[in-house]
Nanobody
Framework: QVKVVESGGGLVQPGGSLRLSCAASGSVFSFNNMDWYRQAPGKERELVTA???????NYADSVKGRFTASRDNAKNTVYLQMNGLKPEDTATYYCNVRFRLTLGGYEIALWGQGTQVTVSS
């Protein structure tokens, strides 16, 4: 069974920092993209950063220069370092992991349960 678990959310003051983690586990052939999304109340879920297996990350314009994604393939874990947090960053942050169960198999996407980030004074 494949699992995706996020952690690291919390309450932080504007200008503060948080580091989110997303750990994937299970018997798979490969974990591919491991992406971060967020969803604020009343808004659609949006892509924050997409990070490939090779570690190449692309960012939404709203977080460029403030957020940094990194990946540890040995641990099947991605991290999202969030600096300079703003109230508009308040949202539930979700990890989406794509994986293949077998060589040449189709790619499957799985969501984690999310972790809440609240930026407020």
């Amino acid at each position: 069974q494949v699992k995706v678990v996020e952690s690291g959310g919390g309450l932080v003051q504007p200008g503060g920092s948080l580091r989110l983690s997303c750990a994937a586990s299970g018997s798979v052939f490969s974990f591919n993209n491991m992406d971060w999304y967020r969803q604020a109340p009343g808004k659609e879920r949006e892509l924050v950063t997409a990070i490939t297996r090779g570690g190449t990350a692309n960012y939404a314009d709203s977080v460029k220069g403030r957020f940094t994604a990194s990946r540890d393939n040995a641990k099947n874990t991605v991290y999202l370092q969030m600096n300079g947090l703003k109230p508009e960053d308040t949202a539930t942050y979700y990890c989406n992991v794509r994986f293949r169960l077998t060589l040449g198999g189709y790619e499957i996407a799985l969501w984690g349960q999310g972790t809440q980030v609240t930026v407020s004074s």
